[in-house]
């Protein structure tokens, strides 16, 4: 009998300690689970919370890339004007692409700045003026004078007359022809050293060679531009070392037109680079006769006028004639190049 009691006891005592353990076991579960659960919220709240950081910083990096774009240039422009045509630098960095792409799509503003104090633009085939500022107003022209003396050398003399070089004429600021006293040149051998490397002595000669004198030669330079409606037009001397040598970009527009029509072949000699004629070699210093576009023209420069510039050029699939005329220019080369652009776009 008391066997059985211990028995029973016993089998008491191993129940209570597997129900406890169970139960432990249970809350412990229980325990893990609900901690694994808690800690899966709050990592899940932190990623999302990381998560928005980071797109808003994302934003913010782009937004001040995109101010950058329009605000700030990059390091190296991905393209450039090469004159007329444009020539493009691709890059590996498409950043600087989209930043380029989005400067090329801001409004562009026309602005052209040259020193030259008046200046037109024209398309003589069309006789329309597509740039000008102060065409009307009356400068000294310095050695663009020459293609008056030139014109007007051929209505005066004839073509095969031989002329002696004087020492008078030789007299004459300036030697770029380096003519000699008592040799003979026909007048239509003159117009070489006269329009391309711009003869002072040479312009005198004729002059001085005209029968009824200098005054007269000169007389008949004003003459002759008023008669084509030139008439802000002004000639003191035949080679433009006078500051009394005076015309307007609309005025010089006219000569160049008038020559175009009736004497092109003065243009023509404008764009040889050399000629030789006996003992005389003349090299034309003109620098856009490097240009296959150029088409002839006349430089002058003076303290008084600066530089000065009739400069002809044939573009496009038509080839149309293109004239830049300006005066008072402190650049001459670059503003003529310049204000072309400009009036192409």
């Known amino acids: ?8 006891r016993f089998g008491l005592l191993l129940f209570s300690m597997l129900t406890a353990c169970s139960f432990g076991a249970c ?15 709050v990592i899940e709240k932190v990623d ?13 990096i782009s937004e ?46 026309k602005k052209v700045n040259v020193s030259a104090k008046s200046y037109v633009v024209i398309d ?14 009356a400068l000294p022209i310095a050695s663009v004078t020459k293609l008056v003396t030139a014109v007007v050398s ?39 050293p006269l329009l391309m490397v711009s003869s002072n002595d040479a312009s005198e000669v004729l002059a001085q060679a005209y029968p009824k004198g200098r005054k ?36 010089l527009s006219i000569i160049v037109k008038w020559i175009m029509e009736n004497e092109p072949e003065l243009f023509k000699i404008t764009l040889l680079k050399s000629k030789t004629i006996r003992m005389h070699t003349w090299i034309n210093p003109t620098h856009f006769l490097n240009l296959t576009s150029y088409a002839g023209g006349k430089n002058g420069y003076t303290q008084e006028a600066n530089r000065t510039s009739i400069a002809l050029f044939r573009l496009g699939t038509q080839k149309t004639l293109y004239a830049v005329i300006l005066l008072g220019s402190a650049s001459r080369d670059s503003d003529i190049l310049d204000l072309l652009e400009e009036a192409l776009k």
């Open 1 to 8: 009998m008391e066997e059985n009691k211990q028995k029973t």
């Open 27 to 41: 809350v412990a579960f229980a325990g893990i689970f609900l901690g694994n659960l808690v800690y899966s919220k």
């Open 48 to 60: 999302k919370t990381d998560i928005q950081a980071s797109v808003i910083k994302a934003e913010v």
């Open 64 to 109: 001040k890339s995109s101010n950058n774009a329009v605000l700030e240039e990059p390091d190296q422009d991905p393209s450039f004007v090469s004159r007329f045509s444009r020539v493009s630098i691709y890059s590996a960095d498409n950043g600087k692409e989209i930043i380029e792409s989005a400067k090329n799509s801001l409004p562009k503003i």
């Open 124 to 137: 003589l085939d069309r006789n329309s003026i597509l740039l000008e500022k102060d065409q009307d107003r």
């Open 154 to 192: 051929k209505h005066l003399f004839d073509q095969n007359k031989n002329i002696t070089i004087t020492r008078k004429a030789l007299l004459t600021y300036g030697n770029e022809a380096w003519l000699r006293e008592g040799e003979k040149l026909k007048v239509s051998e003159l117009f070489y």
């Open 216 to 251: 007269e030669f000169i007389k008949e330079m004003n003459a002759w531009v008023n008669s084509i409606g030139a008439y802000r037009t002004y000639f003191a001397d035949p080679s433009g070392l006078s500051p009394q040598n005076i015309s307007s970009a609309k005025d």
